[in-house]
């Protein structure tokens, strides 16, 4: 028996005084300290379990009671909540009684033979019933442990999973009001898209009818004064007198002012532009040019025809090569421009390039206003506005590329019509 600290308090239920006996001398022997509740009688045995619960260590219990045999005592009290461990005591032969108690819930037992050599067995088999309930105990401590810790995993996974219902259903309707939010922008985007280029379309037509009314108006008004003094100067010229000379000066004048009229008519809208075309206003907006800045050479590459530029790009193009060469102009010191004008898998490509000092374009495009004109931000707008690209790469010293992209639709392959 194992050595413990306090006596195993043990009950022994048998109506035999010399087998009492025999039990406490062969514990004594055994060197196990006990201290022994000996009841004849089964009802005894009862009550003092139900008046002393929990006090027992074990129980040991003789078959053949008087009143009551040991198995329907254990029957009776066997539903306990701290039951200590029982062992059968039963008579040689008997060995049929002690396995229909080992399969109603005792932990073991022992045959009392004639000879008494069972007394010496006592011992160990009281130390295996104490150790197999204790590994019982032990057993159902941690089976009810892992019962509530699983309860408790189960009721923080509810809880949890309750929560991330919660954070779900919240997720999901920031979700639908950032969608919604999200077709909000993208309509506002579309219209303000419409919006600026119905404004660009009516700054266009606005330039396009100021350009022909400077032409047709202004210019027709200064061309017929000046014809009108040409021929008071031709007959004042039978008799010549100091006015001649006052009114040559006014022809030159007017001359000069019909000459400004028709580059303020050009520079707002090209009458070319409309009349023949893109490539056209391209070629005569760069002679003009170079007669305007003899020290800027241009070299053109116009790879398109025009038919084959879209009427809609057309404006856009003109308008990003006319401020892209103003601006080298002003800005740049440039001895060469190469211009580049071409169509490549259903996109319109232009590109200005010059030798010029360059800048930093993300310094520039980050200013609140462009560089003139229409400006840096005038010429991402328009290209933008077309779903088209717009880069510009430039490096201080090496000069400037200004490259614009603009889809256009493919060209028809149907020839039936």
Known sequence: MPKVTNPLQILLVEDNEHDCIAFERAMHRASVDCDLEVCERAEEAENLLNRADGVFDLVVVDFDLPGMNGLDFFRRVRKRKNLP?????????????????????????????????????????????????????????AKAELKQAKDELELKVKERTAELAMMIQALEKEIEEHRQTEVALRHSRNRLRELSRKIL???????????????????????????????????????????????????????????????????????????????ATLSWFCREFENLHQNIQIEQQLEVAEDEIPEMLKVVVY?????????????????????????????????????????????????????????????????????????????????????????????STDDSE
């Open 85 to 141: 461990p029982f062992v059968m005591l039963t008579g040689a032969g008997s060995e049929n009684i002690a396995v229909e108690a080992m399969l109603e819930g005792f932990y073991d037992y022992v045959v009392k033979d004639s000879h008494m050599g069972y007394l010496n067995l006592l011992p160990v088999v009281l130390d295996r019933a104490l150790k197999r309930h204790g590994q019982d105990r032990a057993r159902r401590k």
């Open 201 to 279: 379309d009516a700054q266009e037509n606005e330039r396009k009818f100021v350009a022909q009314e400077i032409h047709d108006s202004i210019g027709g008004s200064l061309a017929a004064i000046k014809f009108a003094l040409e021929e008071k100067l031709e007959s004042m010229a039978k008799n010549p007198s100091p006015e001649v000379i006052s009114i040559e000066k006014i022809i030159s004048q007017v001359d000069e002012t019909i000459q400004e009229s028709r580059r303020i008519s050009a520079r707002l809208r090209p009458s070319l532009l409309d009349d023949l075309g893109l490539l």
């Open 319 to 411: 308008r990003v090569m006319q401020e892209a060469m103003n601006n080298v102009a002003k800005h740049s010191d440039a001895r060469r421009i190469r211009m580049h004008l071409a169509k490549i898998d259903n996109r319109i490509e232009f590109s200005v390039i010059d030798n010029g000092r360059g800048f930093d374009p993300e310094e520039k495009l980050s200013e609140h206003a462009g560089i003139g004109g229409l400006g840096l931000h005038g010429m991402r707008d328009r290209t933008l506005l077309s779903d088209g690209k717009f880069e510009i790469v430039s490096k201080k010293g090496k000069g400037t590329t200004v490259h614009i992209s603009l889809p256009c639709p493919a060209e």
